[in-house]
């Protein structure tokens, strides 16, 4: 018979981590640009401490909140905030504690700003030879008429930046110049943003995901397809209300030669922006079955959404799982 030591099974992982968070907003629908993940803190809390031999939760409304943080020299701070502003002043995140010899879980500024801005991304990309559609960017006035654009339509309208598909729906998809220059004058008006144009990709859309701990050699790279309905228009695409209300299908990749392209498409892409720890890279095929990329987020959501069930699907992980391989990336960065 075997006995177990439950004193050792009990032993937790003599580390000191941080979750920061900022306060809550006002506004629930508020787009609080400066936040990249919403965490639900409590529940990460909970995981964490399982495993960690101290773990505490930080708010930080002011610089003086931060200063103490670093005082505090945790091992590792785990939290979805880019940035602060104090005295109208952006102090990133990722870079403060970089400077202080602090670990973290993201990315740092250049490459979330990077990722953020969907022009750029598609620029480096494209600069490190990886398939994406071609693309200009507009604004309303900008193209007075359909032989002043720099590639034909049928195109694709998105804001330039943003994240979840805001500014995406049905009208994205426009066949000629009067439905071209109504988008581009509302995602003007209601996102504050000039427009990415891209040729439009109607082939089959995915998500990969990424976690990387490099001080133990491990890289997961993580496909799923996702597959939407068909919006009134006929056509399949991940618009915002599809993504909020979860009205789409996320499946595994089964096929083995594809799984391996999507992965390859993925760490090129993740590499040449720049990406540390985690992220996640869309793509999507065009009619020919070519994969192209189509963005990033190095800030994906640690919720239920498509970086979990990247996990799930692959690995048949849970999320306590997950969250801890996150942590301890981190802490191997």
Same mark, same amino acid.
């Given at each position: 018979?075997?006995?177990?030591?439950?004193?050792?099974?009990?032993?937790?992982?003599?580390?000191?981590?941080?979750?920061?968070?900022?306060?809550?907003?006002?506004?629930?629908?508020?787009?609080?640009?400066?936040?990249?993940?919403?965490?639900?803190?409590?529940?990460?809390?909970?995981?964490?401490?399982?495993?960690?031999?101290?773990?505490?939760?930080?708010?930080?409304?002011?610089?003086?909140?931060?200063?103490?943080?670093?005082?505090?020299?945790?091992?590792?701070?785990?939290?979805?905030?880019?940035?602060?502003?104090?005295?109208?002043?952006?102090?990133?995140?990722?870079?403060?504690?970089?400077?202080?010899?602090?670990?973290?879980?993201?990315?740092?500024?250049?490459?979330?700003?990077?990722?953020?801005?969907?022009?750029?991304? *598609?620029?480096?990309?494209?600069?490190?030879?990886?398939?994406?559609?071609?693309?200009?960017?507009?604004?309303?006035?900008?193209?007075?008429?359909?032989?002043?654009?720099?590639?034909?339509?049928?195109?694709?309208?998105?804001?330039?930046?943003?994240?979840?598909?805001?500014?995406?729906?049905?009208?994205?998809?426009?066949?000629?110049?009067?439905?071209?220059?109504? *988008?581009?004058?509302?995602?003007?008006?209601?996102?504050?943003?000039?427009?990415?144009?891209?040729?439009?990709?109607?082939?089959?859309?995915?998500?990969?995901?990424?976690?990387?701990?490099?001080?133990?050699?491990?890289?997961?790279?993580?496909?799923?397809?996702?597959?939407?309905?068909?919006? *009134?228009?006929?056509?399949?695409?991940?618009?915002?209300?599809?993504?909020?209300?979860?009205?789409?299908?996320?499946?595994?990749?089964?096929?083995?030669?594809?799984?391996?392209?999507?992965?390859?498409?993925?760490?090129?892409?993740?590499?040449?922006?720049?990406?540390?720890?985690?992220?996640?890279?869309?793509?999507?095929?065009?009619?020919?079955?070519?994969?192209?990329?189509?963005?990033?987020?190095?800030?994906?959501?640690?919720?239920?959404?498509?970086?979990?069930?990247?996990?799930?699907?692959?690995?048949?992980?849970?999320?306590?799982?997950?969250?801890?391989?996150?942590?301890?990336?981190?802490?191997?960065?």
């Amino acid at each position: 018979m075997t006995v177990r030591n439950k004193s050792l099974e009990n032993i937790k992982i003599d580390k000191y981590i941080e979750i920061v968070t900022i306060p809550a907003a006002t506004n629930p629908t508020e787009d609080r640009k400066n936040v990249g993940i919403e965490l639900e803190e409590k529940i990460i809390f909970e995981i964490l401490s399982k495993s960690y031999k101290k773990v505490i939760i930080t708010i930080i409304e002011t610089k003086e909140d931060l200063e103490s943080l670093v005082d505090r020299k945790p091992d590792l701070v785990f939290s979805g905030i880019k940035y602060f502003d104090f005295d109208e002043k952006e102090l990133w995140l990722s870079d403060y504690l970089k400077e202080n010899d602090i670990f973290y879980i993201t990315s740092n500024k250049e490459a979330l700003n990077s990722e953020y801005d969907k022009n750029r991304a *598609k620029e480096i990309v494209k600069e490190a030879n990886i398939n994406t559609a071609q693309f200009f960017t507009t604004q309303p006035n900008e193209h007075s008429n359909e032989s002043s654009l720099p590639i034909t339509f049928p195109l694709f309208l998105k804001p330039i930046t943003g994240g979840d598909s805001r500014g995406i729906n049905a009208d994205s998809i426009v066949f000629n110049f009067r439905a071209y220059q109504t *988008k581009v004058l509302d995602i003007y008006i209601k996102q504050q943003s000039r427009t990415l144009v891209e040729n439009y990709l109607s082939g089959r859309e995915y998500s990969v995901s990424i976690l990387e701990n490099k001080s133990k050699d491990i890289l997961m790279i993580l496909p799923v397809e996702i597959i939407t309905c068909k919006n *009134k228009n006929g056509h399949r695409i991940l618009d915002y209300d599809a993504k909020i209300n979860n009205l789409e299908e996320v499946i595994a990749v089964t096929d083995i030669k594809l799984h391996q392209e999507l992965c390859d498409v993925a760490i090129n892409s993740f590499r040449a922006l720049g990406g540390k720890t985690m992220g996640r890279i869309d793509i999507k095929t065009g009619l020919n079955g070519i994969l192209h990329f189509i963005e990033a987020n190095f800030m994906p959501g640690l919720g239920h959404g498509y970086f979990y069930r990247s996990f799930i699907l692959n690995e048949d992980i849970t999320y306590e799982q997950m969250i801890l391989k996150v942590a301890d990336a981190g802490l191997s960065s």
